[in-house]
């Protein structure tokens, strides 16, 4: 598909230059053919002059004025020919400038997606989780609101090689849900949902597990506006943690870390958070790290988000980073230096803020500010490289105006 999008380009482009050769032979050629007697022909009351300044005979005169007719014919099409490569010498720029574009944003395509062709039908979908199960790939959706109600099924595909499409393999009842983690315990596979909104946000999210066919309920976590699951591993013990954005009266609620034991997720530890919309686990020089963003206090979005350090037994506070209705969190390192880039969704009474790339600064040995990028919106980060070019895709969720807006692509420069 993506090398189809290269064909017509480079189809035209061949196609021109044919033509262009023609053009020039015609042109060539008409032009040896008028320089050989027919300029300076000119039709004079039936008497007409050839070159030499000769007598014409009559019976020479139709034989001449056919040639003069050619000769004015030839001149027409002369002139159309110039206007002709003209305008395709524009089409060529032209074309070239799309080809240019074209084979940019084919490139892109080509190594970061998987069938643009294909649809799938989803409900309000807000998150995506790949994953493999025996060299099978699946994708998870988690299918949020169906327009009426938030108590809609989120659905899982599995990939069929023969079509070279996704396809439906089992619904997953959910309620509002808004994120989904795979994760593997015991060489088993687990998917975690997020059900942020059933009658209320104090409702239950969902643990399923793969019983070797399909996804079986596990276990069931309450939670209060679930908003996100991370799972992570510290010297060999799994942890799954909740953001918890808000109870039936406030925001101010504790997000929960969970400890794997017996065969079930446990309360381990819990976190104070303000409208917690998300958690980033991350290691830097074996040290354990757990950053919240924090989304709103019940008075104001601008407040701080909290990274926390593990101390060997549980997670501390280590670093306040002032933000703006943080959404999330993108830990990445460039060149052996770690950085942490959070998307900032509101700056009231406006959704055009600047989100903030923060630098591990090892003399002060904590996150500094390294650079503000405006955003309007921004309610995630995704570092990626390609070609050892490291790029920093921000989703904008809506301006001050309208859900149709520009979500960028940002390139290190370094």
């Not at 979908?125 to 109600?149: C, Q």
């Not at 808004?178 to 060489?187: A, G, P, Q, S």
């Not at 794997?260 to 980033?280: H, N, V």
């Not at 900032?344 to 500094?368: G, I």
């Amino acid at each position: 598909i993506c090398w189809a999008s290269f064909h017509p380009v480079q189809a035209m482009l061949r196609y021109y230059d044919v033509v262009h050769v023609w053009i020039v032979l015609f042109a060539v050629t008409a032009t040896t053919w008028g320089s050989k007697g027919f300029i300076g022909i000119q039709n004079n009351d039936m008497c007409i002059e050839p070159p030499d300044g000769g007598t014409v005979m009559a019976d020479e005169y139709d034989l001449l004025a056919t040639i003069s007719a050619q000769r004015a014919t030839l001149a027409s099409q002369q002139q159309e020919i110039s206007a002709l490569a003209s305008k395709l010498a524009l089409q060529k720029v032209q074309l070239s400038s799309q080809e240019t574009s074209m084979r940019v944003f084919a490139t892109l395509e080509c190594r970061s997606s998987l069938d643009f062709s294909m649809k799938i039908a989803t409900q309000g979908a807000i998150d995506w989780e790949h994953f493999v199960i025996n060299d099978t790939h699946y994708l998870a959706v988690t299918n949020h609101y169906s327009g009426s109600t938030s108590l809609v099924d989120s659905e899982v595909f599995k990939w069929n090689e023969r079509k070279g499409q996704f396809e439906s393999f089992q619904l997953i009842p959910t309620a509002g849900a808004v994120d989904i983690e795979h994760f593997i315990i015991d060489d088993v596979h687990y998917l975690a949902v997020a059900n942020q909104l059933n009658t209320t946000y104090s409702t239950d999210s969902e643990i399923f597990k793969w019983d070797g066919n399909k996804f079986t309920s596990h276990q069931l976590i309450s939670t209060e506006g679930g908003s996100h699951w991370v799972h992570f591993a510290i010297d060999s013990m799994h942890y799954l943690a909740v953001a918890n954005r808000e109870e039936a009266s406030t925001h101010k609620t504790d997000s929960i870390v969970y400890e794997w034991r017996g065969g079930r997720f446990e309360p381990f530890q819990r976190i104070p958070t303000q409208g917690a919309m998300a958690l980033t686990y991350f290691e830097m020089d074996d040290a354990h790290y757990l950053v919240v963003a924090n989304w709103y206090n019940d008075t104001s979005h601008n407040i701080d988000s909290e990274v926390f350090l593990w101390n060997g037994t549980r997670f501390v506070s280590f670093q306040l980073i002032p933000t703006l209705a943080a959404s999330d969190w993108e830990h990445f390192t460039i060149d052996g230096i770690h950085f942490l880039a959070v998307a900032n969704r509101y700056a009231h009474p406006t959704y055009k803020t600047e989100s903030v790339v923060f630098k591990w600064n090892d003399t002060a040995l904590k996150f500094s500010l390294f650079q503000s990028i405006p955003t309007t919106g921004a309610v995630e980060w995704a570092h990626f490289s390609i070609d050892d070019t490291h790029y920093l895709a921000v989703a904008s969720a809506r301006s001050d105006t309208s859900f149709q807006t520009k979500s960028e692509v940002f390139k290190w420069n370094g």
